[in-house]
């Protein structure tokens, strides 16, 4: 792996964990922030099989915030969602917007069936999936938005 390369996964974790961590706006029983868009973003930029380390700054962010109990959902989830976004790319130009929706729809899936695990209440899902499809649908907005950006950086980087 090239020192460039590490830095720059580094500086997307570090970003993950800092939009993730500020600023959020709690909900039911989690909470909005803007650390997808770099999930994604990260996806993108650093691709296979990297990518997947999205979902370490993510959980580290669960663990600071106080939801530690998410964690390991956290890394499996994110780590999926930047890997989707990562996979197209690799055979793409660029991703589609219907791609990071996916992406979106997949976190909001996955952190349902983790709040129905946690609680042990199925009828928890539907609540944690409408909050979290939200965030995940502007989150896909977002970095679909900033793409452009991105791929600079990622052709910056190679």
Known sequence: MKIKTLAL????????VL???WPIFPLFQ???NFGD???MGMGLVVGW????LAGVGAALADILLGYAQYAVFTLVIKGLEALLIAWVI??????PLWVYGLAGLWMAVGYGLADVLISMNLQIFMVSFGYNLL???????????????LLRLKKNFN
């Open 30 to 32: 989690g909470y909005l």
């Open 19 to 21: 939009l993730t961590t």
């Open 37 to 39: 868009v770099f999930v």
């Open 49 to 52: 099989p990297y990518a997947v």
């Open 9 to 16: 996964i580094s500086l997307f974790m570090s970003s993950i």
């Open 135 to 149: 965030q995940g649908l502007i989150a896909a907005s977002l970095a679909y938005s900033v793409q452009p950006l």
């Open 90 to 95: 690799h055979r793409r130009a660029s991703v």
